[in-house]
């Protein structure tokens, strides 16, 4: 059985575009609430990617993932957050 804290091993321990992207915005944010407003979208889904991300980096807080994650290079700075699509508005023209 794994540990709680053990990384995964392999093609399940990359980080998604949508993991990456909420630990760049946790970086500069205090909760939860902060991260999902900024990215527009629940709570819950922030909850899962930071879950699903400190569980693939091995780590047991958020702070260790983004620190770990910017050491590794899966963090880029210029990255530009992904919008949710549905609250995504289009220029009208």
Same mark, same amino acid.
């Given at each position: 059985?794994?540990?709680?804290?053990?990384p995964? &091993?392999?093609?399940?321990r990359?980080? *998604?575009?949508? %993991?990456?992207?909420?630990? /760049?915005?946790?970086? +500069?944010?205090?909760?939860?609430?902060?991260?999902?407003?900024?990215?527009?979208v629940?709570?819950?889904?922030?909850r899962?990617?930071?879950s699903a991300? &400190?569980?693939k980096?091995?780590?047991? *807080?958020?702070? %260790?993932a983004v620190e770990? /994650?910017?050491?590794? +290079?899966?963090l880029?700075?210029?990255?530009?957050?992904l919008?949710?699509?549905?609250t995504?508005?289009?220029?009208r023209?």
């Open positions: 059985m794994k540990s709680r804290f053990t995964l &091993i392999g093609k399940d990359r980080l *998604t575009p949508r %993991e990456r992207d909420v630990l /760049a915005t946790a970086r +500069g944010h205090g909760t939860i609430g902060d991260i999902a407003r900024d990215l527009h629940s709570a819950g889904m922030v899962n990617h930071l991300a &400190i569980r980096l091995g780590v047991r *807080t958020r702070a %260790e770990i /994650a910017e050491r590794k +290079g899966r880029c700075a210029a990255h530009p957050p919008r949710n699509p549905r995504t508005r289009r220029a023209g």
